[in-house]
């Protein structure tokens, strides 16, 4: 069964450093997002990306995050500037259209020290 | 605007109980998408169920089924014969028809505890 892939599990970064968090979605889909999930509370809406482009984003995707389909497979979000707040997993996730059902990736737990 | 409420903070039942999970919703749009994902403990998101707005039919998926009312704007979650591995948070989602991109809005979540 076709799945979404994330790497690394766990990354530990050092405040101001970048990061990137790399997702590899379910081949046949179109439209990409990330999500991130502080500890102990709701999932929380990011990005979302169809044809090569934002579609939307929510506040908390400032200036510092970006996102970034170098291939035919990657998704990719970088975080130019980590900050302690940006601690949390972050999910990516998949869907072959927009507004249906989306399938996420294992996550990526983000620790900012 | 759009919400989801999940008001159930924490369930806790003993395995064989049936419980039901409640959401409450809000959206203009006349056109939606209304979901359940399951996090276990390992922490994963996974897809349970999607319903969309014009088709209020309930739907029943062996110990699963969900009761889906417009008029109060519910999607509730009914787990009969509870078993230890349906432990975990769920949350219920929302996706607005009229946003082609298809963010999720997502509720609080409940965690459901099913002890032996």
């Known amino acids: 069964e076709p799945e979404v892939t994330q790497t690394p599990s766990h990354q530990v970064t050092q405040m101001g450093q970048e990061v990137i968090l790399r997702c590899v979605p379910i081949s046949n889909h179109l439209y990409f997002y990330w999500y991130r999930q502080i500890l102990g509370q709701k999932v929380e809406f990011l990005v979302s990306?169809?044809?090569?482009?934002?579609?939307?984003k929510s506040e908390i995707f400032d200036d510092q995050f970006s996102v970034e389909r170098p291939d035919g497979s990657n998704f990719t979000l970088k975080i130019r500037s980590t900050k302690l707040e940006d601690s949390a997993m972050y999910f990516c996730a998949s869907s072959d259209r927009g507004a249906y059902e989306q399938y996420f990736g294992p996550g990526t737990r983000l620790t900012v020290t | 605007a759009q919400k989801v409420t999940q008001a159930q903070t924490e369930i806790s039942v003993v395995e064989k109980e049936d419980v039901t999970l409640d959401c409450v919703y809000e959206?203009?749009?006349?056109?939606?998408?209304l979901f359940w994902y399951k996090q276990p403990p390992s922490g994963e998101l996974v897809f349970l169920i999607r319903r969309n707005s014009f088709d209020e039919q309930n739907e029943i998926s062996g110990r699963y089924s969900w009761n889906f009312q417009k008029s109060t704007s519910s999607f509730n979650f009914t787990i009969t014969a509870s078993q230890v591995v349906d432990s975990a948070v769920y949350f219920c989602?929302?996706?607005?028809?009229?946003?082609?991109?298809?963010?999720?809005?997502f509720g609080q979540g409940t965690e459901l505890s099913v002890k032996p």
């Open positions: 990306f169809y044809n090569n482009e934002i579609s939307e």
């Open positions: 959206t203009r749009d006349t056109t939606y998408y």
């Open positions: 989602a929302l996706s607005e028809g009229g946003n082609q991109g298809g963010k999720l809005i």
